[in-house]
């Protein structure tokens, strides 16, 4: 369910207002790799993590991932936060990162229509009381 990510390009557009607050998009490092065009071992650099400690505050100059439960869960970042920092750290011009959505499985199809009947009960229960 990662979002497909493309390198800085000549344009720059804003993410979707209901985008900012998504957690499914949130980004694996490889998908931060191939927007910042750099090695894994220099994103962990840029990142803002510390092996004492778990979640750290925000820090302007650094890459800063998202919250994490537990110090063996993946980084994740969100999609504005890799923008600012290649706009504002690395000195990328402009940073466009297009996000969309992965390709319907047979299981995602299946979750939709179980979706559509779980609503359709609900609305016959709601319509009885």
């Known amino acids: 369910m990662n979002p497909v990510l493309i390198a800085p390009t000549q344009k720059s557009e804003p993410l979707p ?10 980004m694996p490092i490889e998908s931060v790799q191939k927007i910042l065009n750099r ?7 840029y990142a803002n ?9 925000f820090e302007p100059t650094r890459l800063n991932p998202e919250p994490r439960n537990h110090k063996e ?9 890799v923008a600012r920092f290649a706009r504002e750290v690395l000195g990328m011009k402009q940073v466009t990162i297009e996000v969309t959505p992965p ?5 995602t199809a299946l979750l939709r229509e179980i979706l559509i009947e779980l609503k359709a009960i609900r609305q016959t229960l709601e319509a009885k009381n």
Not at 18 to 26: H, I
Not at 73 to 81: D, I, R, S, T, V
Request: no cysteine; charged share 25%; net charge negative.
């Open 49 to 57: 993590t510390d092996p004492a400690l778990l979640n750290l505050p």
């Open 39 to 45: 090695s894994r071992a220099s994103v962990y650099r």
């Open 73 to 81: 869960e993946a980084l994740q970042f969100h999609p504005n936060e």
């Open 17 to 26: 207002e209901d985008f900012a607050d998504s957690v499914d998009y949130l």
């Open 103 to 107: 390709a319907e499985t047979a299981t």
